[in-house]
């Protein structure tokens, strides 16, 4: 079963499990090679796209490329859902 989320109020599948996005975290990945994070244990290579915004605080803006930022696996799951103003790193 595909993950859910809320927009707007409305229930729907989580879009970071569309080809749209899989499709656009490739294109971060491409444009933005290093880790822009750069947390203890980087690898320094992106591998994923970071949401700069959480999905879970901000599900509306999960496939805008401006809220995405590329980062390597390590530091993409140690920030976890916390809000970029909230761990001091800049929108």
Known sequence: MS???VIHGIEQIDPRETRAWRRLRDLVVREEPNCQLQLPGCTGA???A???LPVIQRPDLA???SN?????HPCNMARGTTAAQDAHWTL
């Not at 995405?68 to 390597?72: F, Q, S, Y």
Request: hydrophobic share 35%; glycine share 6%.
């Open 46 to 48: 992106s591998q994923t």
């Open 68 to 72: 995405l930022r590329g980062a390597c």
């Open 50 to 52: 970071d949401h700069i």
């Open 3 to 5: 993950r859910r989320v």
């Open 63 to 65: 496939l805008v490329r």
